[in-house]
């Protein structure tokens, strides 16, 4: 079964900083760009963080760049966020996806590596983050 | 940054109804857009790809269309597991951008 576990949430005081994981199982977690994608309460879906397969390639909202940092280990199939310099608009719940990946890269579709993807197909069940003092 | 719109916020409609919802972007995306299905406390589930694709599992029941700027979303006929929030996505730029949410709510 294809799952993504996200774990490292919590409450955390402004100017704080926190790590999330998330750890892959189910599917080939070096073949995939990943993502991270928040959504505040009562909002909506929010895209925060991509990087591409083999971890060479990064990309960042601008809310957020600066701030965070993606990474990942393929040896342990495992994704990761590290926030810095937290603000209360960062309360969130925090969800790790799976990008779905089409064929080898496009004119005017995103693209990972060599490969564009065409959308997130696997989520995690999300980890929150609360940023207040 | 392209910016999406969705339409209506909510949608009040009975099980067996035809649901329209509709997106548009500030600029065109192509046809790179995806639809997502979000059901209180769970994760989004991705139905829709590339404007017209359903993804793995989606009854056709749902189905996609547009091109450039504009997209529908259209649910056939309700079933009482679809109500809930949708959500489309572009894929064409960076930085990826969701639009707002479209409720669809049992009347």
């Known amino acids: 079964e294809v799952q993504l576990l996200e774990s490292g949430g919590g409450l955390v005081q402004p100017g704080g900083s926190l790590r999330f994981s998330c750890e892959a199982s189910?599917?080939?977690?070096?073949?995939?760009?990943m993502s991270w994608v928040r959504q505040a309460p009562g909002k909506g879906l929010e895209w925060v963080s991509s990087i591409s397969a083999r971890g060479g390639s990064t990309y960042y909202a601008d809310s957020v760049k600066g701030r965070f940092t993606i990474s990942r280990d393929n040896s342990k199939n495992t994704l990761y966020l590290q926030m810095n310099s937290l603000r209360a608009e960062d309360t969130a719940v925090y969800y790790c996806?799976?990008?779905?990946?089409?064929?080898?890269?496009?004119?005017?579709?995103?693209?990972?590596?060599?490969?564009?993807?065409?959308?997130?197909?696997?989520w995690g069940q999300g980890t929150t983050v609360t940023v207040s003092s | 940054e392209i910016v999406l719109t969705q339409s209506p916020a909510t949608l009040s409609l009975s099980p067996g109804e035809r649901a329209t919802l509709s997106c548009r972007a500030s600029?065109?995306?192509?046809?790179?857009l995806a639809w997502y299905q979000q059901k209180p406390g769970q994760p989004p589930r991705l139905l829709i790809y590339d404007t017209s694709n359903r993804a793995t599992g989606i009854p056709a029941r749902f189905s996609g269309s547009g091109s450039g700027t504009d997209f529908t979303l259209t649910i056939s006929s309700l079933e009482p597991e679809d109500f809930a929030v949708y959500y489309c996505q572009q894929r064409s730029n960076w930085p990826l951008t969701f639009g707002g949410g479209t409720k669809v709510e049992i009347k």
């Open positions: 189910g599917f080939t977690f070096s073949g995939y760009a």
């Open positions: 600029q065109s995306v192509s046809s790179y």
């Open positions: 996806a799976k990008e779905a990946r089409g064929g080898i890269t496009i004119f005017g579709v995103v693209s990972m590596g060599n490969y564009y993807y065409y959308g997130m197909d696997v």
